[in-house]
């Protein structure tokens, strides 16, 4: 079973970057379809990006966001580009046995890093 563990979050300011990582253990992250959800205060947690474990259906909601797999290290990663208000939220990293958008399809999940962008 695997663990995750979130970080890279941190306040910023309207426009920067930030590369937040999700760190695997227990087992690999090549094995798993990944993704990336965020919820805002009052929100629902909604989905950000993700890939199949084949890295098929590579799929993500924003222009300004790309993601990679680093199955040596077992590290998958979001980079945010030109970040604005609205994307703050606290980010969640998810594995599960098939890749959809539906939060309720992963099985593991982090604790989660916040990304406050003010302006």
């Known amino acids: 079973q695997i663990q995750l563990v979130e970080s890279g979050g941190g306040p910023v300011q309207v426009g920067a970057s930030l590369r937040l990582s999700c760190r695997g253990s227990?087992?690999?992250?090549?094995?798993?379809?990944m993704a990336w959800f965020r919820q805002a205060p009052g929100m629902e947690r909604s989905f950000v990006a993700g890939?199949?474990?084949?890295?098929e259906s590579e799929t993500i909601i924003d222009s300004r966001f790309t993601i990679a797999r680093d199955n040596a290290a077992n590290i998958f990663y979001l980079q945010m580009n030109d970040l604005k208000p609205e994307d703050t939220a606290v980010y969640y990293c998810?594995?599960?046995?098939?890749?959809?958008?539906?939060?309720?399809?992963?099985?593991?999940w982090g604790q989660g890093t916040q990304v406050t962008v003010s302006s």
């Open positions: 227990g087992s690999t992250i090549g094995n798993y379809a």
């Open positions: 998810a594995a599960g046995t098939t890749f959809r958008t539906s939060p309720s399809t992963y099985q593991h």
């Open positions: 890939v199949g474990w084949r890295e």
